[in-house]
């Protein structure tokens, strides 16, 4: 499995209904949609017949005046994972340079778009992650450098100030950050900083708004890369319910009140039983965990007993000792540890 969140694979290899199947692959908010969520579709639902709005006008409009940031520093897709694609495709760049372990598809949008100069920055020491990014870049030049910040799957954070230094020092590289996660730790978001002309910032509302089903992302940077972009974007790639209720879901202050209350307990259970377990984990900042295993077999196990969680051998230079196990409700957490607590024995 590629990503995380193919419980329809996990189905068929199993034999389990959907709906028996506990998804701990997937890095997705949990907490359901607010009602009002449902209300809005209704009202809206007359208007499916219609085409939806190519440039998210209503949705741009409500990030521009949350976030103050210019309406034409803003471009909307079909999730942040759209955006990636879109971003090389625009930028055309001749050499990157990528943050590992990572997010598998800033690797294959490169390679997709023939970008054969792509080179990597290997480690799982979160202290060191900022050194070894300026010592690579004094070396050789890059037109584009992804970060995933936080990253995925280690859920370390390189603070602002920092990838702000760096993209000052080096003005002829664009810094793609990647902000999927973003919404755990929204201080340090550098979406106020993106409107230079050299960082651009993905946003998806897939993670902690739980939004995965839908498909709706947007990036802020220069208004000069975006009108570029948008030469490349397919027309009509956000559905009109995806923009509907991502109008509706980024403006609810309750919702993210109790995610926020919601992964403060369940992530302070997660350490706990980690530790308890004395299984090596990785901290993070985000609602998932990388966890290193000290026996194989991990993945299979789980699943035959209905638990989904990913397998990150396909990570570069992680193996499959590696799991990343999100945080999900504790109902789900605890029937994942009573099963990592038998595999561990035996």
């Not at 054969?116 to 870049?137: A, D, G, S, V």
């Amino acid at each position: 499995m590629t990503h995380g969140g193919d419980i329809y694979t996990a189905s068929e290899i199993t034999g389990k209904s959907l709906y028996h199947i506990i998804d701990m692959s997937s890095s997705v908010n949990p907490i359901p949609l607010p009602n009002k969520i449902k209300r809005k579709v209704i009202e809206k639902f007359p208007f499916i017949h219609k085409y939806p709005d190519t440039e998210a006008r209503q949705f741009k409009k409500i990030i521009s005046e949350f976030y103050n940031i210019p309406f034409e520093n803003i471009i909307c897709g079909n999730g942040s994972t759209e955006l990636i694609y879109l971003t090389v495709k625009t930028l055309k760049p001749a050499s990157v340079l990528i943050l590992e372990p990572t997010f598998t598809e800033y690797e294959r949008a490169c390679k997709v778009n023939g970008i054969e100069k792509i080179e990597k920055i290997f480690t799982l020491n979160r202290e060191e992650i900022f050194e070894r990014i300026k010592e690579k870049m004094q070396k050789r030049k890059y037109e584009i450098v992804f970060i995933c910040n936080p990253n995925n799957p280690t859920g370390c954070l390189i603070n602002k100030k920092e990838i702000l230094r760096l993209a000052s020092f080096y003005e002829n590289t664009v810094f793609v950050v990647d902000e999927a996660f973003i919404d755990f730790v929204p201080d340090e978001s550098l979406i106020k900083n993106a409107i230079s002309k050299n960082i651009i910032v993905l946003r998806s509302l897939t993670k902690f708004y739980g939004l995965a089903g839908l498909r709706f992302g947007y990036a802020v940077t220069s208004s000069e890369i975006i009108e570029k972009m948008k030469i490349y974007r397919q027309p009509w790639s956000i559905n009109s319910l995806a923009q509907w209720i991502a109008e509706e879901i980024i403006k609810d202050e309750e919702f993210k009140r109790q995610s926020y209350a919601f992964f403060m307990k369940e992530k302070e259970f997660f350490e706990c039983t980690l530790n308890e377990l004395k299984v090596k984990y990785f901290p993070s900042v985000a609602n998932f965990y990388l966890i290193e295993i000290p026996k194989k077999g991990i993945f299979k196990y789980m699943l035959e007993r209905g638990i989904l969680i990913r397998d990150c051998s396909d990570f570069y230079g992680l193996n499959e000792n590696f799991i990343r196990v999100s945080v999900k409700t504790r109902d789900e957490n605890e029937k994942f540890f009573k099963e990592l607590r038998e595999f561990l024995r035996i």
